[in-house]
C-alpha cells in the first residue's frame, strides 16, 4: 500500500483520482484549500465517497502555506500528485497576479516539500494551454510551447518547468501530465459543456464564441484518471506526456451532440472570439501510448451521457 498525497483532491480530477487510489488499496491525503473559485459545497460533495473510507484523509490548507504543505508532505509519502491551481483562462486575463501567485509560487512549495522530504514519485497536473495557438497539429510533447497566450497558461508552462529544474537539480522523478479538455461527472460548472447543459436545460441563451468552428480535444474524466495511475506507477526521471482523446470536436458539433443528449435544442448567442481562446487543441498521445500504456476508450457520446446522467442525479 502507498501513501499519495493529491493535492487539489477536492476538485473534479482530483476527487475522481482519490477514488481510483482508494480503489487500488493506496492510502490517500488529500489537500485543499477548498476556495471560492466555485462553491466550496461542491467540492465537499466531490470527496462524498472518499470521506467514508478509512484510508483517506482531507486536510485543508493553501499550497502557499510552507508549514501547512510540510505537514502534509513527509518521509512516509511515497508519491505527490501536484492537481491544485487556479484555473481558467478567461479568469487568468482578469486576476493574473493571483494565478500568479498561487500556481508558481504554490508549485514551488510542493515541490521544495517533496526535495526535503525525497518523494521518489512526482506528478505535475499541467494543460493542453502551454501549446498556444500551435498551428501545427495534433500537438507533440516536443513542439516549441515559448508562446503561452493568456496568464493561466504561462504558469503552467512555468510550472513544467520549475519541475524540470527540480529534477536536475535534486534528481527528483517527476512527471508532467499535459490534460486535454477534461469532462464528465463533477466537472467544474464554469467549463462549457457543464455551463452549456445547464443552461440548454432551463431555455436559456448559451454564449457561442466565434463561429462554432473552434475545435476541442475533449477527454472523458475516467480516461485521463487512467492516465494519472499509469503515470505515478511509471514515474522516473523527467518526462511530459499529453494526455488527450485525440479527436478533436468543434464547437458547433458539441452544441449539437449536447442537444443529442439532453433532448433539448439550444438557444445560440453568438458572440466575438474571446482573447486568450486558442483555436483548437489536438493531442499527440503516442508517446503516451508507447511510455504509459495510455489509451482511452470513451468516446464523446458516450462521455456526454454518463455527464448528462449525473446532472441529472446532481439537480435532484
Known amino acids: 500500500m502507498s501513501k499519495i498525497v493529491v493535492t487539489g483532491g477536492a476538485g473534479f480530477i482530483g476527487s475522481h483520482l482519490c477514488e481510483a487510489l482508494l480503489d487500488r488499496g493506496d492510502q490517500v491525503v488529500a489537500l485543499d484549500c477548498l476556495d471560492d473559485f466555485y462553491d466550496p459545497a461542491v467540492k465537499r460533495r466531490n470527496l462524498a465517497v472518499a470521506m467514508r473510507n478509512d484510508r483517506f484523509r482531507l486536510v485543508e490548507g493553501d499550497i502557499r502555506d510552507p508549514a501547512t504543505v510540510n505537514s502534509v508532505i513527509g518521509s512516509d509519502v511515497d508519491a505527490v500528485v501536484h492537481l491544485a491551481a487556479r484555473a481558467g483562462v478567461r479568469p487568468s486575463i482578469e486576476q ?52 503561452p497566450i493568456s496568464p493561466y497558461a504561462a504558469t503552467k508552462r512555468a510550472g513544467e518547468l ?21 469532462y464528465g461527472p463533477r ?40 492516465g494519472v495511475l499509469r503515470a505515478i506507477d511509471r ?15 468543434a464547437l458547433s458539433d ?32 503516442t508517446l503516451a501510448r508507447r511510455e504509459l500504456g495510455f489509451e482511452p476508450t470513451t468516446d464523446m457520446r458516450t462521455g456526454l451521457a454518463h455527464f448528462v446522467e449525473w446532472l441529472n442525479q446532481d439537480a435532484s
Open 162 to 182: 520549475l519541475c524540470h529544474t527540480y529534477h536536475h537539480l535534486y534528481d527528483m522523478p517527476v512527471t508532467c501530465l499535459r490534460f486535454f479538455t477534461v
Open 96 to 147: 493574473p497576479m493571483l494565478y500568479n501567485d498561487v500556481n508558481i509560487i504554490g508549485t514551488g512549495v510542493i515541490l521544495e516539500a517533496c526535495r526535503a522530504a525525497k518523494v521518489q514519485r512526482v506528478i505535475f497536473g499541467s494543460s493542453s494551454s502551454v501549446y498556444g495557438n500551435n498551428e501545427k497539429v495534433p500537438f507533440s510533447e516536443s513542439d516549441n510551447v515559448d508562446h
Open 254 to 285: 458539441l452544441v449539437a451532440m449536447l442537444e443529442e443528449a439532453l433532448g433539448q435544442k439550444a438557444i445560440i448567442d453568438r458572440r466575438p472570439l474571446q482573447p486568450g481562446d486558442v483555436m483548437r487543441t489536438f493531442a499527440d498521445i
Open 235 to 249: 514515474c522516473d526521471g523527467y518526462a511530459i506526456y499529453n494526455l488527450g482523446e485525440s479527436q478533436p470536436v
Open 187 to 226: 466537472q467544474r460548472p464554469d467549463l462549457a459543456i457543464h455551463k452549456f447543459s445547464r443552461l440548454i436545460r432551463s431555455g436559456q441563451p448559451i454564449p457561442v464564441f466565434g463561429d462554432g468552428s473552434m475545435m476541442r480535444d475533449y477527454t472523458y474524466v475516467d480516461d485521463i484518471v487512467d
